[in-house]
């Protein structure tokens, strides 16, 4: 059964002309069987919700709610989209991207698939216990030239819809740009991608990743490409089909 999640909240009131552009303007809640589903409405009149404007709040509305993972519809576009997945991580919530044909999210995955995923987390720890010295190597270059941003993260796509964020070595700093332009041209950048590997969140073997404006721009017309598990392609790059 599915019901619209309205909070008793001290906040809670009708939408004035100023809150229209607001974010809870833009999408209603509803719970079902332990989900909370995020949904564009841009049409139905809403109250006023400013817990679901700030993330702090947000967080922690999410951490004492009873909701298992939550499943945010594409069409709330890739900075609400954002919003949500940071709000979820810091709450240790779960977030998927709900895919514009309304196929199931949640697949049952076969036995040969779940072997196929161990061997290829064992591959990707070899793989990084081999390339520690390079990393390591890596690390101390990159603090000589700007210690406060050795990692860069990016919100994607991976199995079944789920959002997470991809690790890669920070180029983007102008105190490491010539370094950064070494790292990109040799694909080094992307080793830290392994320990998205080990974490399930990506694959090796399987199929591509999606990055997340893509996977919101492609959802709407060729949503059954995000239900495998995505790859990290030739030359360590995880790269976008449209």
């Not at 009708?14 to 303007?25: D, I, K, Y």
Request: aromatic residues 10%.
């Amino acid at each position: 059964m599915t019901s619209t999640i309205v909070p008793t909240l001290d906040n809670y009131y009708p939408l004035t002309s100023q809150q229209l552009e607001s974010c809870s303007a833009h999408y209603t809640l509803q719970w079902r069987r332990g989900q909370l589903l995020v949904n564009s409405s841009k049409r139905l009149p809403q109250p006023y919700l400013p817990s679901l404007d700030n993330q702090q709040l947000l967080v922690e509305c999410l951490k004492h709610s009873p909701v298992n993972l939550v499943s945010i519809d594409a069409k709330l576009g890739t900075n609400m989209l954002e919003f949500w997945a940071e709000a979820c991580k810091q709450a240790h919530k779960p977030i998927f991207l709900r895919l514009a044909d309304g196929s199931r999210l949640f697949k049952r995955t076969s036995q040969g698939a779940i072997w196929l995923q161990f061997i290829d987390r064992l591959i990707a720890g070899l793989l990084l216990l081999l390339l520690l010295p390079v990393m390591a190597t890596l690390i101390i270059l990159m603090q000589l030239y700007s210690p406060q941003s050795l990692f860069s993260l990016e919100w994607c796509v991976g199995e079944k819809g789920k959002l997470f964020q991809l690790i890669r070595f920070s180029t983007n700093s102008q105190k490491n740009s010539q370094l950064g332009y070494w790292l990109r041209q040799s694909g080094l950048d992307n080793l830290p991608i392994l320990w998205n590997v080990i974490r399930g969140d990506i694959s090796l073997i399987f199929t591509r990743c999606w990055i997340l404006e893509d996977a919101v721009r492609i959802s709407l017309s060729r949503s059954e490409q995000l239900s495998t598990l995505p790859i990290v392609t030739n030359s360590w790059e995880v790269k976008t089909e449209s």
